[in-house]
């Protein structure tokens, strides 16, 4: 069974962000957590605005190794693309 994070507000994605800030300037073991917490969240909100994301995302399950690497780099692009749009 999957579990599906539902879309956050900006407040709550804004407040990770300062989390992770805070904790990184105190060196805490907890920033790397937070940091992935939010990668998650905006991998997330990309799948779920982007149906090619989506669709790259299918094909992982059937890619081999070198198809992936490049699903992945454009994946990347395009959450590079949806942070400066933001």
Do not use: H
Request: hydrophobic fraction near 35%; proline fraction near 3%; aromatic fraction near 8%.
């Amino acid at each position: 069974m999957r579990c599906r994070l539902t879309q956050p507000t900006n407040y709550e994605l804004e407040y990770l962000q300062e989390s992770l800030a805070i904790l990184q300037r105190i060196k805490s073991p907890d920033a790397e957590t937070v940091g992935e917490w939010i990668f998650k969240v905006r991998f997330n909100q990309l799948l779920q605005q982007s149906p090619e994301a989506q669709e790259l995302y299918q094909q992982l399950e059937s890619a081999d190794e070198d198809t992936r690497n490049q699903i992945f780099a454009r994946l990347r692009e395009l959450m590079d693309d949806e942070d400066g749009n933001g």
